[in-house]
């Protein structure tokens, strides 16, 4: 399609390259330092400095396109780096559109750096770049979101559908319906509209890194996988083969980088790993065309296009193959028209066969070597001069200052709101600006919208019931689920305060809390959750209670983890389904929670499941009493010691006597004392190793009672329990 963009008048072509400079050093500030570092401040400030230039004469809009940014349907006379950099980033945030008006300040721009720097599938489910700005954000920055998906749904077919396509997943963004998905289908069946993709594809990523381009081609390689393997699996192997072709078409550069996503998850369609599998269908041709392609474009070979080629084609003979087809297809251009090419020919097969820098360059560094190749740092850009100061009544209208005005006055609503009914929808319009402030990284903010909430709705009596209800919404919504991320990091203060709101919430926060708890990985996250969960008592274990049956493994065994902190009789019963659990990290953790209940209600349950179960979980429950050495875990090998069948169960009751011994309550000196006592006739052996390990765990306990109860047992009793304990004694003596 032909382009009819005009060319960007050179004044405002060089405003546009100096805010994508600025806009690059800010980014790469806010991404790099932890908040606070003095370089965010700098390049903030310098890129508020630049915007201000940009309005001196009213809003300036931009359109982003392709590796291009447009003013006013006109484009830059020439390619810029930076402005190609910035395309991208937007892009990748599905931003169409960003207009720039007065005001836009250091805090305005760091918030929408953060919001670029998400995942874009993060900021998607959170409802869209357009959306978190217009609840984080102010007037100063205006955005326009792209429905990519609408594009698509168009079904174009040839030149315009590959154009548009390559676009969008340049764009990082593939939604097609079935349609679409079948015209990609066709395209790629037909060798000369495969050509056509990957021309489009080089087109567009002409002035991007090789990982962009590999990104691309991922993508589409991808979202073909799933639907092949989905509608028609016998079609799979022919797919991945024509798109083993394509992947020929690719620099070395792209290469490399598609190789290192074998493995890695974006990569996995369902069950298969796409990236290996179009790998090990690729054709000798389509490897041969690599070679020949990259060699033709670089005049020679590259370190890049060795390392590729050697992971391609790990085998030396098929190497050498593959080589002299190569050298048949190089030959014909005109760089093997030369008439040394013989002698280049031998470098470039010497290099590609032999060479090796894993040692001393790695993946991370080479990759960034490559791209240094294609940038150049332009030191201007990188001034650190300081900005000017915004003029104090513009200050008052920045959107920092609108947000605090926002906050402000949703608090003073829920303050002087008298009617029960319209305070309510005051606190739940204040409940979802709370959630969106969580999602856009507003801990501390929608902490004191929360607490206003709660605080004003205890105030008065005519407020409790529509407080209660706002209140539980609030314990389902964001700020409690993503309270473990926010708690890693937050002071003590910030704690106590959000804790305080916890419990105010009541047992209705327990389900999103626990949902944090199993998904947190911070030793100091998981620590205070724990806390705030076991503080709820009582209350926390009739919540806890009703999460035995959700869905996620994780939550099951975190109810299980939280049961067990909570001690007691009380749910028990609730723990034995767990025991039979299908995950094994499940049944261990309601193991661990009964052992360490401390009753012989908890001890009980345990025997009867030994008896109850079979196979997998049946060697879990066995592995799990034999193992545990805790302690906490005296009053179950008691039970176990005068409930449990010696003679089903030799090696577990062996276990537990020899565990007692490291105990020093009186009910483990009874315990052992009554399995002194305890033989079989019929396996005097096993009678025998059984007495002898009581009467030893009684010597290494070593208080008077056990002494005592040795001496009992070696002046009395059955002959074989005198003489263990004669010998024990003997040791002592």
Not at 147 to 158: H, N, S, T
Not at 360 to 375: H, I, K, N, W
Not at 562 to 572: C, H, K, N, S, T
Not at 675 to 692: D, K, S
Request: proline share 4%; glycine share 8%; aromatic share 6%.
């Amino acid at each position: 399609m032909t382009d009819t963009r005009t060319p960007l008048d050179p004044d405002t072509a060089a405003k546009l390259a100096d805010f994508s400079r600025a806009f690059k050093a800010a980014v790469r500030a806010v991404s790099l330092y932890p908040t606070g570092h003095p370089a965010i401040g700098t390049t903030l400030g310098k890129l508020t400095e630049v915007c201000g230039v940009l309005t001196a004469n009213g809003p300036f809009r931009l359109e982003v396109g392709t590796h291009e940014l447009y003013v006013g349907n006109a484009a830059p006379a020439k390619p810029d780096a930076s402005i190609a950099e910035l395309s991208d980033l937007l892009r990748r945030q599905l931003v169409g559109a960003l207009t720039v008006n007065a005001g836009a300040d250091a805090e305005s721009w760091r918030i929408l750096l953060r919001l670029l720097g998400r995942a874009p599938e993060e900021v998607r489910a959170d409802g869209g770049i357009a959306a978190l700005w217009a609840t984080a954000g102010g007037p100063s920055l205006e955005i326009v979101e792209i429905d990519y998906a609408e594009v698509l749904r168009e079904k174009l077919g040839g030149a315009e559908f590959a154009e548009r396509l390559v676009a969008t997943v340049v764009a990082q963004e593939l939604e097609l319906d079935e349609a679409g998905i079948r015209l990609l289908l066709e395209l790629i069946g037909d060798p000369a509209q495969l050509t056509l993709l990957m021309d489009e594809l080089e087109r567009h990523t002409a002035h991007s890194t090789g990982a962009v381009r590999a990104g691309a081609f991922l993508k589409i390689l991808r979202g073909l996988a799933e639907y092949v393997n989905r509608n028609n699996p016998p079609q799979l192997d022919q797919t991945l083969k024509q798109m083993g072709y394509a992947a020929g078409r690719l620099p070395a550069e792209a290469m490399l980088e598609l190789l290192l996503h074998r493995s890695r998850p974006d990569a996995m369609a369902g069950s298969v790993d796409v990236v290996a599998a179009m790998v090990h269908r690729m054709s000798d041709e389509a490897v041969a065309g690599f070679v020949s392609n990259s060699v033709i474009a670089e005049r020679g070979a590259t370190d890049r296009l060795a390392q590729a080629f050697q992971a391609l084609v790990p085998d030396s003979d098929r190497q050498r193959q593959l080589l002299a087809i190569a050298q048949q297809e190089v030959s014909g251009s005109e760089f093997g028209q030369q008439t040394a090419f013989e002698e280049l020919w031998q470098k470039v097969e010497t290099m590609l066969t032999s060479y090796q820098d894993e040692k001393f360059v790695s993946d991370a560094y080479a990759r960034e070597l490559s791209g240094a190749r294609a940038r150049a740092v332009d030191v201007e850009a990188a001034s650190d001069d300081p900005p000017e100061r915004i003029s104090g009544w513009l200050g008052t209208v920045s959107d920092g200052s609108l947000r605090s005005l926002d906050h402000q006055l949703l608090e003073d609503l829920l303050r002087i709101e008298e009617d029960p009914a319209r305070w309510r929808d005051i606190a739940e319009t204040v409940t979802s600006h709370a959630d969106d402030l969580i999602r856009v990284g507003y801990f501390e903010q929608a902490l004191a919208l929360a607490e206003c909430v709660s605080d004003e709705g205890a105030r008065t009596p005519a407020r409790t019931a529509a407080a209660r209800a706002v209140l539980e919404r609030l314990g389902r919504g964001g700020l409690v689920r993503q309270a473990g991320k926010q708690l890693r990091t937050a002071d003590d203060e910030t704690y106590q305060r959000f804790k305080r709101l916890a419990h105010s919430i009541g047992p209705g926060a327990i389900p999103s809390l626990a949902e944090a708890l199993s998904t947190e990985t911070d030793a100091r996250g998981r620590r205070r959750l724990r806390d705030i969960l076991v503080e709820f008592g009582a209350a926390g274990r009739e919540a806890v209670q009703q999460l035995m049956n959700a869905a996620n493994w994780e939550v099951r065994r975190t109810a299980a983890f939280l049961l067990r902190e909570f001690g007691g009789e009380e749910g028990l019963k609730e723990l034995i389904p767990l025991l039979t659990d299908q995950e094994p990290l499940v049944q261990r953790e309601a193991i661990q929670a009964l052992i360490f209940n401390g009753t012989d209600a908890a001890a009980r349950i345990l025997v009867q499941a030994l008896t109850g179960t079979t196979g997998r979980q049946h060697e879990t429950l066995i592995k799990e009493l034999g193992a545990m050495r805790d302690e906490r875990a005296g009053p179950l090998y008691c039970y176990l010691v005068r409930h449990l069948d010696r003679k089903t169960y030799p090696v577990l009751y062996l276990g537990a006597v020899q565990t007692l011994a490291s105990a020093t309550t009186p009910d483990a000196v009874e315990a052992l004392k009554f399995a002194m006592q305890q033989g079989n006739w019929m396996a005097p052996l096993q009678t025998r190793r059984l007495r002898a390990a009581a009467a030893q765990a009684l010597r290494h306990i070593g208080t008077e009672p056990a002494i005592a109860a040795l001496r009992e047992a070696a002046g009395r009793g059955p002959r074989g329990v005198r003489a263990a304990a004669r010998a024990e004694l003997a040791r002592l003596e």
